[in-house]
């Protein structure tokens, strides 16, 4: 198949890598000319996932719209921030004679202006076209060495296309799941980030495991109800979109949200952490997006609001800790 990979971050690159060994025409587009130029020379993204090269059987994309004219999956890999702007120029590219059956997005998180899902802004610019969300455990470098990793491909164009998307992105070490519930996965994509700071701050903070495990089954059972109350299955919130990418994220020493948590917990300041970031750590923004979402429909959320408190706020993490061991007594399951 042609794939057209529009953005050369961490996880654009790797997974230009996976489809290239699977046989694939791959194009991987980075939004800067220069990055392109010397991605091209140098067949290594040094500055997002060093120490992977790739043969001449991977193109390298100057433009978005040579590589998209004759691709049948084009698959959006930059942050959420930038989703918007990719896909203004992914409608000026688009022309009738098109070969585009699905766009794909990999990136997991909520626009701060209009609180929407990444499909959801694809849909309103790329009107008519079929969207797909790859989401999952899937930390780049991993997927990028060849080590075993499983995602969920949720779509809500249809079983035949999406199992036939399915089937393009999967083989080598990556397991391809599909789901018609584009909604929850998304969704799962996106909260899973700010638990994961909350794990981070828990490592920070140097609480044990016994406050890690906790604070990950309350994020898990808060998570699913929000996930549910914002129009997700309860099912997918505990497969490998929800509970999958939690653990990977909260535990993962290469997780940028666990690790801003940790940062944070031990006493940075969040500007500090955040000025002159070169790569992302979608879970900040996530917080601020989900914290005004949760206050429009009244969902219950005290974990995320004590991580928006924390960084939004200027409470201090042992005070936010408190307010959550103060909480008045409740059955374990309501
Ligand atoms: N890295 C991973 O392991 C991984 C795995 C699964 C999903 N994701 C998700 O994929 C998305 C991309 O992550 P990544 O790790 O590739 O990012 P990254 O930080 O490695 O790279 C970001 C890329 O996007 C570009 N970029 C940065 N800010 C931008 C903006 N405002 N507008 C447009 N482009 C911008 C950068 O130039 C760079 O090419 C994120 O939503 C992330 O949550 C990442
Ligand atoms: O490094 P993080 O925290 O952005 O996590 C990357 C992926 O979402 C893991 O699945």
């Given at each position: 198949m042609n794939i057209a990979v529009l953005g050369a971050g961490a996880w654009g690159t790797g997974m230009a890598l996976h489809l290239s060994r699977l046989g694939h025409r791959v194009t991987l587009c980075p939004r800067r000319m220069e990055h392109a130029l010397e991605l091209a020379s140098?067949?290594?993204?040094?500055?997002?996932?060093?120490g992977f090269t790739w043969g001449p059987d991977m193109q390298i994309g100057c433009e978005f719209k040579p590589a998209v004219m004759e691709a049948e999956m084009i698959v959006l890999a930059c942050p959420i921030r930038g989703l918007r702007e990719f896909c203004q120029e992914l409608a000026a590219a688009r022309e009738s004679a098109w070969q585009a059956k699905m766009v794909v997005t990999l990136c997991k998180g909520v626009e701060?202006?209009?609180?929407?899902a990444p499909s959801e802004i694809v849909s309103e610019l790329v009107p008519g076209i079929a969207v797909g969300a790859l989401s999952g455990p899937s930390n780049a470098a991993e997927v990028a060495a060849g080590s075993p990793t499983a995602v969920v491909l949720a779509s809500e164009a249809g079983e035949e296309l999406t199992a036939r998307m399915q089937e393009a992105l999967n083989g080598g070490s990556l397991r391809v799941y599909r789901s018609a519930d584009l909604r929850g996965v998304e969704l799962g994509g996106a909260l899973k980030n700010i638990y994961a700071i909350g794990a981070g701050l828990c490592d920070g903070l140097r609480l044990g495991d016994n406050a890690k495990a906790a604070l990950l089954t309350r994020s898990l059972h808060e998570m699913a109800r929000l996930g549910i109350a914002l129009?997700?299955?309860?099912?997918t919130f505990y497969g490998l979109s929800g509970v999958g990418d939690l653990m990977a994220t909260s535990f993962g020493a290469w997780s940028r949200n666990r690790g801003f948590g940790e940062a944070v917990g031990k006493g940075q300041r969040v500007a500090d952490l955040l000025?002159?970031?070169?790569?992302?750590?979608?879970g900040y923004d996530a917080t601020d997006g989900y914290f005004r979402i949760v206050k429009k429909c009244g969902a219950r959320t005290p974990i995320l609001d004590q991580i928006h408190a924390i960084l939004?706020?200027?409470?201090e993490p042992r005070q936010a800790l408190g307010v959550l061991l103060s909480r008045s007594l409740k059955p374990e399951h309501s």
């Open positions: 140098a067949r290594e993204n040094r500055d997002y996932l060093p701060m202006r209009s609180l929407h129009g997700g299955q309860a099912e000025d002159h970031r070169k790569t992302v750590v979608e939004y706020q200027g409470v």
